[in-house]
């Protein structure tokens, strides 16, 4: 089945910083790539997502970009505000046919 | 339009207690999953459903039953609650397999 690997377990930026979050999968099947924002004592929220067919996506501050070869995917957050702070989750999944699967999240710190 | 509820929001268990955790969606979605959410650990998924009327398991389903007989809501069950099975639980929806997932508020169970 499909493994997704996440990376860093957490990161401690300054406000107005960029950060990065990696992510890598398994299975050269998966199209889908999905990445989940969770708040304290929330469930995960959508923030973004990019299938297969496109290499980047963009909305506002936040990216994502892929390398279908290199089977990675990546979230970008530019001029990181406090309350991006929040746990993050990548997930990767075969569109119309599984479930996801998801990263073991990372815990992002934005300090003022 | 509520999204996806989960109900009770809290709970404390004895050992060896049962207990059902009713999740509701309104989005007419056909999918339908059951998480654990443990630190480090991720998001775990128990059962799912691809339908009213089915179910199947995920990653970590000993210990769990689950029931879909609405298509808007999904049951899970335990039977024989253990200390191990303290969590948050997570129920979300989706309208077709490996797709964006929708999710609830979560039920934090203790199990003494």
């Known amino acids: 089945g499909e493994n997704v690997e996440q990376h860093p377990s957490t990161l401690s930026v300054q406000e107005g910083d960029s950060a990065v979050i990696k992510c890598t999968y398994s299975?050269?099947?998966?199209?889908?790539f999905p990445w989940y924002k969770q708040e304290l004592g929330k469930g995960p929220q959508l923030i973004i997502d990019?299938?297969?067919?496109?290499g980047e996506k963009k909305d506002q501050r936040i990216a994502v970009t892929l390398n279908k070869t290199a089977k990675h995917f990546s979230l970008h957050i530019t001029e990181t505000q406090p309350e991006d702070s929040a746990v993050y989750f990548c997930?990767?999944?075969?569109?119309?046919?599984?479930?996801?699967?998801f990263g073991k999240g990372t815990m992002l710190l934005v300090s003022p | 339009n509520a999204g996806v509820t989960q109900t009770p929001k809290f709970r404390v268990l004895k050992t060896g207690q049962s207990m059902t955790l009713l999740c509701a969606q309104d989005?007419?979605?056909?999918?339908m999953y059951w998480y654990r959410q443990d630190p480090g650990m991720g998001l775990r998924l128990i059962h799912y459903?691809?339908?009213?009327?089915?179910?199947a398991k995920g990653e970590v389903p000993d210990g769990y039953n689950v029931s879909r007989l609405k298509k808007q809501n999904f049951l899970l069950g335990l039977e024989s609650a253990a200390p191990s099975q303290t969590s948050v639980y997570f129920c979300?929806?989706?309208?077709?397999?490996?797709?964006?997932?929708?999710f609830g508020p979560g039920t934090r169970l203790l199990v003494l």
């Open positions: 997930a990767a999944s075969i569109r119309g046919y599984s479930t996801l699967t």
């Open positions: 459903s691809v339908g009213e009327g089915t179910t």
């Open positions: 979300a929806s989706s309208y077709v397999g490996g797709e964006t997932q929708y």
């Open positions: 990019i299938r297969s067919n496109v």
């Open positions: 989005m007419n979605h056909e999918y």
């Open positions: 299975d050269s099947a998966s199209n889908y």
